[in-house]
């Protein structure tokens, strides 16, 4: 019989995402939620965290036996960085240099050198994180970037439905999410705002959240977003599929209901061998939310670095330059040292 054996994952940020990923790990037998840090405090244990004691909390202080810290990351991973297999990054990204920042000071305070993969969805955020990709490699970590649903899932599936093409001309996402309280999501759907025409970062970092409250209620709720500044376009040019100025991005998001306002697509046109014009389209089911659909891919990512570590493999890798890894439990994982 294969004998299945866990990876062992860290969730950094226990909002939105943070506790949908805990909630994820209860149901796949091959992770082993070991660890989460949020801004107050980090809580670990080798065999395991109750993940619905997580997914429940409101801040880590509440589950028992969390270590209160104002550094709880780097706390964390010098404590039992060497326990975690690899880390889903679900912090806020205000300002835009936060992750690169974050991931520089793991590397110089802590040995931590597992696999990382983010869900960053600006450019300029993974270009921030590609000035550190000399430094991941030497230290032997494998880092993706870009795992969540859109950079992600979409601009990885776009990346597989080029193939037809001899050249792709145009990638647009349109993407639907539905929240049913914003303040689930708060990073999320505040960095929504950075694409709203007349708000600029400062502004959008400086707001409280009754100001986010009170622009929200300004549209009823919902965001129309176009032109999206998103690392999709970055992330399919360093693929090799097209150039970034053919890739685009927006979608409207409602904070007032779990449903989607719209199904999200991704349409991927291109010219094909005999010289027609031809668009695939790929279309998420409704019934699949945006924590299904960052969280699901955030993992398959994380399991493919495990795999390119325990083939000798360190850097820092683009989603679309990785197929995630989808496991039945009865699929055997190979042991990594780290
Ligand atoms: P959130 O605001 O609900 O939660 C953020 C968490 O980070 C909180 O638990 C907070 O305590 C923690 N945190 C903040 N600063 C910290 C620090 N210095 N150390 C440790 N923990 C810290 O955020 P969310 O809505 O879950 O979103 C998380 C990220 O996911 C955001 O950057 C968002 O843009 C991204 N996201 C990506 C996609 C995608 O498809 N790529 C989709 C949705 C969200």
Redesign the pocket.
Known sequence: MVMTQQMRVGV???????RGMAQLCAQRNDIRLVAM????AYAFDAQGLDPLAVADCS?LLDVAGAVPSAD??IDLLKAHGSQIDGLFM????LPVTFYAE?VQMILNETGYKGVMVD???RTKAVEAMLGLKDQIRDRGMVYIT?C?????FLSTAAAVAAQSFVEVTEVKIWFGVGVACWE??????R?DFLHMPGFTADQVYAMTDADIEAELAKHNGLLELHHMEHADDLLLEMAGVCSRDRVTVGGLVDTKSPNKPVSTTVTITGRTMSGKTGSHTFTLSDATT?VD??CGPALGFLRAGHLLQADAKSGLFASTQVMPVYTLASVSLPAVAV
């Open positions: 950094l940020g226990a909002g939105g995402l943070g840090a949020d801004s107050q801040t709880s990351i679900a912090l806020p990204n974050t869900a960053l969805k870009g969540g649903a859109t950079p992600g689930d999501y708060k990073a999320t759907i960095e945006m659909n960052v």
